[in-house]
């Protein structure tokens, strides 16, 4: 999906908040984004059924959206005005994975949405292994990668299924769900997808290096 192409948009959106935060350190927006995202996970894991539920749904849609904003205004603070540093980069990427375990979690223990807490280790076990794999392609001296089924598909397809499930409806369609499900697969696929893609890059450098 790599909804992350949008990213530039987001951050000419938000060029009126970083004008005012020039002074504010960029790492004070990591972690003002980690309390938001992990409130969210808070409301997901207590939120009751419909439809009293419903309002604890869209609270928390609202967050994790929230969360992501957050997340790309620290970057977009460190890179404008020269702030970046290795420790900003591990800090960021260290409690996205925090925040991303916290919120499936949340709904997998959810008796009232998911319930099925197997289904829902799962899925952080699949969203994991899709992050190591960009991880592990930069320490290997390649790019970042960022194909695959990203972060900013995780969050949204969490914040969709929970709007999804807040409609009144007479009979509620239970999106998160389906959404913890598809955020499973959707990182096993980028785990294997990846580490094709890095095979196939560090084989051409070899390969290169010998004809040289």
Sequence with gaps: MALE?????????????TRRLEGVDPNTVTWCGTLVGLGAAAVLWRA??????SIWLVVSAVAIASSYLLDVLDGTLARTYGRATPYGDFLDHTLDRVVDTALLLAVAHNLAWFGDSRLGLWAVVGMLFGSYMGTQARSSGLPRDLSGFSRTDRLALLALGALVSAVPLEQPINGL???????GVGGVYTFVYRFLRGRAALKGRRDRGSAE
């Design 5 to 17: 192409r949008f990213d530039p948009l987001l951050v000419r959106l938000l060029a009126p908040a």
């Design 177 to 183: 769900a389906p959404a913890v499900v598809l955020v």
């Design 48 to 53: 009751p059924g419909p439809p009293a539920g």
